[in-house]
């Protein structure tokens, strides 16, 4: 497992190997939810502060696999809407990321 530190804090971790998480963490996609992603009202990334992938550390993966076990109960409900072909890449995020407002979804 490898996590993603912006600015020298952990943001996120994923259970991908370190060129799928170097790759996800780096990707253009990624790094504009970053911007918009909040935490305390201030977005997760500035557009310009270091980035650094390095190996979880032990609490990290600790707390990926006590929410992937949570998730996994709370999904039991939904397997049959689920083909169960992907094995997907997990990511968490390890700050709390501020809920979205709904606005302009009318």
């Not at 190996?55 to 076990?69: L, T």
Request: proline share 3%.
């Amino acid at each position: 497992m490898f996590t993603l530190e912006i600015a020298g804090k952990a943001v996120a971790i994923t259970n991908a190997d370190e060129e799928q998480a170097r790759e996800l963490f780096m990707s253009e996609d990624f790094r504009e939810d970053l911007k918009s992603f909040t935490s305390e009202g201030k977005p997760l990334w500035d557009g310009s502060s270091p980035f650094t992938v390095r190996p979880a550390s032990e609490d990290e993966i600790d707390a990926f696999d006590d929410a992937m076990a949570e998730d996994e109960e709370w999904d039991e409900e939904e397997v049959e809407d689920d083909d169960g072909d992907e094995e997907g890449i997990d990511v968490m995020f390890l700050v709390d990321v501020d809920e979205a407002d709904d606005q302009g979804d009318a």
